[in-house]
């Protein structure tokens, strides 16, 4: 199996675009993980699904975040308007409920100027 | 409620020596714990895990932790580091599952030669 797939790698956009972020889990996966990294907050779970439904999203930061898993094999996390705050390398993570493990992705090294 | 601390933002080793990463846990249940390592613009990678099982637990790449329930502790070693081994390990806990685990702010291990 590839791993966690992420796209894109690098974005760079401006304030007051969308940014859509993209992952691919694991075939087989049930459990998928957003999570963002600063250097002043650390790593930080913002939202994760089960069977492709939400279960928690209550580190969703605001209202301008918003996550979709639309089937077993691909989940969005959308940043609508994107303000400089936002900068930060987004992970995604899936999991096998069996395997108690986290698989994590590359990441998305976002920079909003 | 579950939190994880780790005792130091950065260790500094020499080539050859042993490695101790500390980490002090609080849980409320039988906790899982893990340790992953990140490297420098790479994704997270489990380094081994504890599920109530032994308590001394053996990873990859020579690295073990101990699981000591008086100390709270759960304590990263290796007999002797490597080059390879610079990196940045996180301490984490889950109370009762994987699916919402709580991550450490981090420990960055430098190896000098």
């Known amino acids: 199996d590839a791993g966690v797939i992420q796209s894109p790698r690098h974005e760079v956009t401006e304030m007051g675009q969308e940014v859509t972020l993209r992952c691919k889990p694991i075939?087989?996966?049930?459990?998928l993980f957003w999570y963002r990294q600063t250097m002043m907050r650390g790593l930080e779970l913002l939202i994760y699904?089960?069977?492709?439904?939400?279960?928690?999203d209550s580190g969703m930061p605001e209202d301008r975040f918003s996550a979709k898993m639309p089937n077993a094999s691909f989940s969005t996390l959308k940043i609508q308007p994107s303000e400089p705050r936002d900068s930060a390398v987004y992970f995604c993570?899936?999991?096998?409920?069996?395997?108690?493990?986290?698989?994590f992705g590359p990441g998305t090294r976002l920079t909003v100027l | 409620a579950q939190s994880v601390t780790q005792l130091d933002s950065h260790v500094s080793v020499s080539e050859g020596t042993p490695v101790l990463l500390r980490c002090n846990y609080s849980?409320?249940?039988?906790?899982?714990l893990f340790w992953y390592v990140q490297h420098p613009n790479k994704g997270l990678q489990l380094l081994l895990k504890?599920?109530?099982?032994?308590?001394l637990v053996k990873g990859i790449n020579g690295f073990e932790a101990e699981f000591k329930k008086s100390e709270t502790s759960f304590h990263l070693t290796k007999p002797s580091a490597h080059m390879s081994d610079a990196a940045e390990y996180f301490c984490v806990v889950s109370d009762g599952g994987y699916q919402k685990v709580t991550f450490g702010t981090g420990t960055k291990l430098q190896v000098i030669p």
């Open positions: 504890y599920t109530s099982a032994a308590t």
């Open positions: 075939s087989g996966h049930d459990y």
């Open positions: 849980s409320s249940y039988s906790p899982s």
């Open positions: 699904f089960n069977n492709n439904v939400p279960i928690d």
């Open positions: 993570a899936s999991s096998l409920l069996a395997i108690n493990e986290q698989f």
